[in-house]
């Protein structure tokens, strides 16, 4: 009883904080930012978290988390219910960064790292290659040995924010001899050092959220090593799951709250008749199974959450979650996108801070795909589901 007690004076402490913190009107100050815009909001609304103990709750204690599952399962509820500006920029230091370093990382480089992250330091992941997307294994980039530094010449691509970033999480071949998955190893790579040139890509929705990244005979120190040499591949799954689990509960409380909120508003919106979609009996059951799947949703993040801390979660629950997301991501806008007509085709932009759901449905339909895509696309997490979690035969070779 006392821990419910904590845990709903705490969700009272948190939207208390909310009220106060919050910019306003940051939706609208974000339409049309500029790059200097975007990154000085972006790392001012991170050390405001910082500030109240908020921003990496699922660090380790002695580099400044430490807090409870259901303190953090109530910090991202609240975050998502008062429409709070997403950590895009931090994204990948906060998560993947500091989940791959705290794994592996030797004791100098989390010294150096974890704290810089804290002050704003920004990542970058440098995994997928044009040849090589989903089949990360079959990656091309290559590190030589030669003395104290590695010489890395390559391409990667999709890699999100690169132009911002400070450091680089990257996988190169280290011995092309080996099976593709057993010659891989993972460094650190700082984005000043020379011979690296970013390109970001300008996308449909007018973006330019990707970017190329060019290697050139690029010198990264051996002591950027991550782990062990050609050991990388095995390090690189435990990154890439590290933006499950509480990552995945806050997206999913963002797309119940905003998301489904925006649904309903454009909904109820009356037409020149005064007639209002939601008053339709197909639509309203249309919104209603959307929002029993958003309560799955929620569930199957809870329960992601919980099983991993108490160490049960089976070896496919991260990839179901991750399908469940991203599927019904586009169902939802494009829904919005549906429903919100012609006028809705003439919303252009959207906040640079925002989540994956801002309300303008176009633009965030073209968004959701991405989600179905990176990170393993919803094919492959089909697979993952079909053979490591009900334990159907691998496909064959070549099929």
Same mark, same amino acid.
């Given at each position: 009883?006392?821990?419910?007690?904590d845990?709903?004076?705490?969700?009272?402490?948190?939207?208390?904080?909310c009220?106060?913190?919050?910019?306003?009107?940051?939706?609208?100050?974000?339409?049309?930012?500029?790059?200097?815009?975007?990154?000085?909001?972006?790392?001012?609304?991170?050390q405001?978290?910082?500030?109240?103990?908020?921003?990496?709750?699922?660090?380790p204690?002695?580099?400044?988390?430490?807090?409870?599952?259901?303190?953090?399962?109530?910090l991202?509820?609240?975050?998502?219910?008062h429409?709070?500006?997403?950590?895009?920029?931090?994204?990948?230091?906060?998560?993947?960064?500091a989940?791959?370093?705290?794994a592996?990382?030797?004791?100098?480089?989390r010294?150096?790292?974890?704290?810089?992250?804290?002050d704003?330091?920004?990542w970058?992941?440098?995994?997928?290659?044009?040849?090589?997307?989903?089949?990360?294994?079959?990656?091309?980039?290559?590190?030589?040995?030669d003395?104290?530094?590695?010489?890395?010449?390559?391409?990667?691509v999709?890699?999100?924010?690169?132009?911002?970033?400070?450091?680089?999480?990257?996988?190169?071949?280290?011995?092309?001899d080996a099976?593709?998955r057993?010659?891989?190893?993972?460094?650190v790579?700082d984005?000043?050092? +020379?011979?690296i040139?970013?390109?970001?890509?300008r996308q449909?929705t007018?973006e330019?959220?990707?970017?190329?990244?060019?290697?050139?005979?690029v010198r990264i120190?051996?002591?950027?090593?991550?782990?062990?040499?050609?050991?990388?591949?095995?390090?690189?799954?435990?990154?890439?799951?590290?933006?499950?689990?509480?990552t995945?509960?806050?997206l999913?409380?963002?797309?119940?709250?905003?998301?489904?909120?925006?649904?309903?508003?454009e909904?109820?919106r009356?037409d +020149?008749?005064?007639?209002?979609?939601?008053?339709?009996?197909?639509?309203?059951?249309?919104l209603?199974r959307?929002?029993?799947?958003?309560?799955g949703?929620?569930?199957?993040?809870?329960d992601?959450?919980?099983?991993?801390?108490?160490?049960?979660?089976g070896?496919?629950?991260?990839s179901?979650v991750?399908?469940?997301?991203?599927?019904?991501?586009?169902?939802?806008?494009?829904?919005?996108?549906?429903i919100?007509?012609?006028?809705g085709?003439?919303?252009?932009?959207?906040?640079?801070s925002?989540?994956?759901?801002?309300?303008?449905?176009?633009?965030?339909?073209?968004?959701?795909?991405?989600?179905?895509? +990176?990170?393993?696309?919803?094919?492959?997490?089909?697979?993952?589901?079909?053979?490591?979690?009900?334990?159907l035969?691998?496909?064959?070779?070549?099929?």
């Open positions: 009883m006392a821990a419910h007690s845990v709903a004076a705490f969700r009272t402490e948190v939207r208390d904080w009220r106060a913190n919050i910019p306003s009107g940051w939706r609208d100050a974000q339409i049309g930012a500029t790059d200097a815009e975007f990154v000085a909001f972006q790392q001012d609304w991170f405001r978290l910082r500030s109240a103990g908020y921003a990496v709750p699922h660090w204690g002695e580099y400044g988390g430490g807090m409870p599952i259901p303190e953090q399962i109530v991202y509820q609240e975050l998502a219910a429409d709070a500006p997403r950590l895009v920029l931090a994204f990948v230091a906060i998560h993947h960064a989940a791959t370093l705290l592996a990382g030797t004791s100098a480089q010294d150096r790292h974890l704290p810089a992250i804290l704003g330091e920004l970058v992941q440098g995994f997928s290659e044009p040849g090589a997307g989903s089949d990360l294994a079959a990656l091309r980039t290559t590190a030589r040995r003395g104290d530094d590695y010489v890395v010449t390559g391409q990667k999709w890699a999100s924010g690169a132009q911002y970033a400070d450091w680089c999480l990257l996988l190169a071949r280290t011995d092309p099976p593709k057993k010659g891989i190893s993972y460094f790579m984005m000043r050092s +020379p011979g040139e970013v390109r970001p890509i449909a007018g330019s959220h990707f970017c190329e990244i060019f290697l050139d005979q120190p051996a002591a950027n090593l991550l782990g062990a040499e050609n050991r990388g591949w095995q390090l690189a799954q435990q990154t890439l799951g590290a933006e499950r689990g509480l995945m509960l806050e999913a409380e963002r797309l119940g709250n905003a998301g489904f909120g925006w649904l309903l508003d909904c109820r009356p +020149p008749t005064g007639r209002r979609p939601v008053d339709d009996a197909v639509i309203a059951d249309r209603a959307l929002e029993i799947e958003l309560t949703l929620r569930s199957l993040c809870r992601l959450v919980e099983r991993h801390v108490a160490g049960t979660a070896p496919a629950d991260a179901i991750k399908l469940y997301y991203s599927e019904l991501l586009q169902r939802i806008t494009d829904f919005g996108a549906e919100s007509g012609l006028t085709q003439t919303v252009l932009q959207k906040p640079m925002g989540g994956w759901e801002s309300g303008a449905w176009v633009l965030d339909f073209l968004g959701s795909w991405e989600w179905t895509i +990176p990170g393993g696309s919803s094919e492959i997490q089909r697979t993952i589901i079909g053979e490591r979690g009900l334990g035969p691998r496909e064959p070779a070549g099929a």
